[in-house]
């Protein structure tokens, strides 16, 4: 979500003309003929990629429980497998 935030603001805004970044961003684009160029009539088409799609997704239809111990009772009545997801910090990396 961020990475899009921050792509809007950044279409949005807009560089400056005399910007040494917008010269040197310039410059390496002319390097690089592959360069993708990224301008507001293509926001939709950068959305699909940058966006997760309802395949990236499928983990938020699983019924999460939220203690480990609602899990276990869970799996113990319906005889079926528990998996157990640790993770360390943010889940979005926002530390």
Avoid: K, Y
Avoid at 15 to 31: F, H
Wanted: aromatic share 6%; proline share 9%.
């Amino acid at each position: 979500m961020l990475t899009i935030t921050l792509l809007v603001a950044a279409l949005q805004q807009g560089a400056p003309v005399d910007s040494p970044r917008a010269q040197v961003t310039e410059g390496a684009a002319a390097a690089s003929p592959e360069a993708p160029e990224l301008r507001r009539i293509d926001l939709a088409e950068w959305r699909v990629h940058l966006l997760p799609g309802e395949v990236d997704m499928r983990f938020a239809r699983i019924p999460w429980e939220p203690t480990f111990l609602d899990g276990v009772r869970r799996a113990s009545e319906q005889e079926r497998p528990l998996l157990l997801w640790l993770m360390n910090g943010h889940p979005l990396g926002c530390t």
